[in-house]
């Protein structure tokens, strides 16, 4: 039998069903893993394991009496952003570090209402602001492909974890590509629903009309199995849509003949490493070689997706973070003078400097004399590139490029140049922007680091991508490979 570490999650499905090892076998050699490896990656804020344990026990006792969930004793992993019932949800902020959550976010419910059993909460950028995973509070996570490199942001945690074979899934989320980005980086899958197809109830805000969450999987088909679990309606989310699930399991069994890709132009400029496109372009070429059709597109605004992020983005984040003052939850300053400057240091002290950096940017565009200048063009922008993408989805089914413009870059080499950090995005933003599904899967190496293929859909077109990705790993193996020193 394959060690369990190396299983997929379909694989471990299917072996808990045929009795080959029980739940509570399989939580103790993950957690054993972890112990062994998760210093060298830093990939944890906190690890749960006696709550793991019982719920795999719980999940072993439903299997036995015939009341097994579809995840029944799977193990998985949650971004820190999402709030857990009695562990902490610190957000990889200092701001948090003390925080207990009272309630589950609903994607948390979900995963244990299906059976999961959750191993830990994954380290992160400081709420989800950064692209290399060097903003958190407790330290940046290490790319296990190479230990000296980024695995990206701001799921870089949960894209180690998965990538490490610490677990075989985790969630995430994604506001301007923390999803997608750290899976190209770490040679694993990564999916971002359309906006407002999971909940974000429970998921603390970054950017409201931005951020959404999803999964972080080795395989398209994992991923349609963990994505039809936590896909929604939820009356408790005012942006959740009232829209039917489709079994994505049973949709990405399907031919891609007469799929049609788009490939934008823009996106193989000189912007983007010479070898990273040829890792894609070959990808494409299986595509077609499966009988799709690779048809060029033309996104005219794209461009401006950047600059567009980075005043929305902030501007919703200046607001969503002034919560946190010191006086109700999370990081409190010592012995304040008064109330002003309780607010001030509790601040001042519980955010790092990116956090900080994003708040006055938002605060700024967002001020009188500016709003109309800034924020209020920045929106309009935001409008022309989703049109863009409307048209351009009137011709083809699917857009393909890069997802990030090189492989993985070390630790240290951008984290004191905010902008060359930023256009580690330029290929996902507008995703986001438009509030469209997108996913990242292995696509071949440069240099020994993984390169992601990108693939975006029409809204509610998961389907689509979640079909032309699994059919693109039948027929490679990117996906497979481990990093050495984790096999």
Known sequence: MMELYTQTLNELSLGLEHGDFT???????????????NEKLNAFVTITSDEALAAAERADDARAKGRAGILNGLPIVHKDIFCTRGIKTSCGSRMLDNFISPYDATVVEKLAAAGAVVLGKANMDEFAMGSSNETSFYGAVKN??????????????????????FTPAATGTDTGGSIRQPAALTGTVGIKP????????????????????????????????????????????????????????????????????????????????????????????????????????????????????????????????????????GYRAENPEDLLD??????????????????????????????????????????????????????????????????????GDKVDDPIQMYLNDI?????????????????????????????????FAEASLLRAAHQYQQQTDFHRACPEGFQ
């Open 144 to 165: 296990p492909w190479d230990l000296s490199c980024s695995p990206g942001g701001s799921s870089g945690g949960s894209s180690a974890a998965v990538a490490a074979r």
């Open 23 to 37: 739940s509570v076998e399989l939580t103790q050699a993950l957690l054993a893993r972890i112990a062994a490896h």
């Open 194 to 329: 359309t906006y407002g197809r999971v909940s974000r109830y429970g998921m603390v805000a970054f950017a409201s009309s931005l951020d959404q969450a999803g999964v972080i999987t080795r395989t398209a088909e994992d991923a349609a199995r963990l994505l039809g679990v936590m896909a929604g309606f939820d009356e408790r989310d005012s942006t959740s849509i009232d829209q039917a699930v489709p079994d994505y399991t049973a949709e990405i069994g399907k031919s891609i003949k007469g799929l049609r890709v788009g490939i934008v132009r823009q996106h193989f400029d000189a912007g983007l490493d010479e070898q990273t496109g040829v890792r894609v372009k070959e990808a494409i070429a299986v595509l077609e070689s499966m009988g799709a059709t690779a048809i060029e597109v033309n996104l005219p605004n794209i461009d401006l997706s950047v600059p567009t992020y980075y005043v929305v983005a902030p501007a919703e984040c200046s607001s969503n973070l002034s919560r946190f003052d010191g006086v109700r939850f």
């Open 427 to 459: 290929y996902t933003i507008g995703a986001n922007l438009a509030g469209l599904p997108a996913i990242s899967i292995p696509c071949g190496f440069v240099n020994e680091l993984p390169v992601g293929l990108h693939l975006v859909g029409a809204h």
């Open 342 to 411: 309780l607010y001030c240091r509790s601040r001042g002290e519980g955010f790092g400097d990116e956090v900080k950096r994003r708040i006055m940017t938002g605060a700024y565009v967002l001020s009188a004399g500016y709003y109309d200048a800034y924020y209020l063009k920045a929106q309009q922008v935001r409008a022309l590139i989703a049109d863009d993408f409307k048209k351009a989805f009137a011709d083809v089914d699917v857009i393909a490029g890069p997802t990030v413009p090189a492989p993985a870059f070390k630790l």
